[in-house]
Nanobody, 121 residues
């Protein structure tokens, strides 16, 4: 079993900051990708930032200058520091990991339960 536990969402005024964290736990053998997606009401889920095995990072253009993505490999934890938040950043933020567990010969997708981020104008 794998769990992705998120924390750090909340309500903030425009221009404010929040820090999200996501910890992966369980019988994890290898992590290929770990990062954050978000889904606003009535919109499709979109990539915010993700770290891919090998060290490359994908960050959405809409947040590149405001959000900082980081990872603690030893703790299988990723962070998303969100600064200069805008009302359009309002969404449910989901942690995602593509990982392989012990006893399984392939990678699978796992999702956290989601954490609400609301930015008021």
């Amino acid at each position: 079993q794998v769990q992705l536990v998120e924390s750090g969402g909340g309500l903030v005024q425009a221009g404010g900051s929040l820090r999200l964290s996501c910890a992966a736990s369980g019988s994890i053998l290898s992590i290929h990708t770990m990062g954050w997606y978000r889904q606003a009401p009535g919109k499709q889920r979109e990539l915010v930032a993700a770290l891919i095995s090998g060290g490359s990072t994908n960050v959405a253009d809409s947040v590149k200058d405001r959000f900082t993505f980081s990872r603690d490999n030893a703790k299988n934890t990723v962070f998303l520091q969100m600064n200069s938040l805008k009302p359009e950043d309002t969404a449910v933020y989901y942690c995602h990991a593509k990982l392989r567990i012990w006893g399984r010969g392939y990678f699978d997708d796992y999702w956290g339960q989601g954490t609400q981020v609301t930015v008021s104008s």
